[in-house]
């Protein structure tokens, strides 16, 4: 059985990382081969983040608002 089902799937493999911080798990999520984006509330963990991971897309958003 495929450990990482995801990475042979031909469906996008796209996931939010709520409450992304600086970023540390949403790297993590990329190294596993899925394209995560970030969200927070803060926007100083945001420049963390983007600072720390610029491969990695981060957004300020309330995540409740989003669509």
């Known amino acids: ?15 939010a990382d709520v409450g992304c911080g ?12 899925l394209d995560p984006f970030g969200i927070d509330l803060s926007p100083a963990m945001v420049e963390v983040a983007r600072r720390d991971h610029p491969a990695d897309e981060c957004v300020i958003a309330q995540p409740f608002t989003l669509r």
């Open 22 to 33: 600086a970023g540390r798990i949403t790297a993590h999520l990329r190294s596993l081969g």
């Open 1 to 15: 059985m495929n450990a990482r089902p995801w990475r042979s799937s031909p469906i996008r493999r796209a996931v």
